[in-house]
């Protein structure tokens, strides 16, 4: 029986993405290869125990939502994500998976709706974008940018318009870190450059404390 590296496990309301706002169950995976400068899951690094993916599927079912992300860290690092996948699907279940960006995205399972990060400069690690992914991108699924800063956001932008990204996926996301890039700003760029995007923030650190884990 294949295994994960499992952080948490916990039932919440979707924060991010066009799924934001619907109860959904999350499978955080430990260990990730970036160290973006904002990263508010450095928990996730290296805490986490081994489990078998029947007992991850087992706990998701537990709490009855059909909704499941996996997440991290960086969930693609474990060879077990895609068995677990697979074990979900087979149990019904409507599977996300969010991604740096990092790793190559055409090894998912088609019937995943996936999440991916085109990592901006501000972030430390837009080195390690794996530009290749952007071929592999389908209808449904959606991009996301996350901006610490002004430049991060003229770099956002001229991605989006130089790859056509808005045309490509079903949402492409601008996110401005918490604490650190006013959203009213954000809003003001995007409708003055006329963007084809959809500005997200992050609903769970409103709802909750913005450094409460598991939520
Ligand atoms: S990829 Fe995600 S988990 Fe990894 S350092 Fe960046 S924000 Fe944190």
Redesign the pocket.
Known sequence: MARVRVNEIFHSIQGESTWAGSPCVFVRLTG?????T?????Y??YEGNQMEIAEVAAKVDSFNCGLVEIT???PLLQQGVHPLIALLLARGHHVMIET?G?RDISVIDARVTRIV?L?CPG?G?SARNRWSNLEHLRPDDELKF?LSDRHDYEWARDAIRTHGLSERVKAVLLSPVFGKLEASDLAAWILADGLSVRMQLQMHKHIWSPTARGV
């Open positions: 990730c290869n970036l160290r973006c904002w990263c508010d899951t450095e996730a690094f991290g860290g960086e740096s990092e990060d990592k972030s690690e996350v």
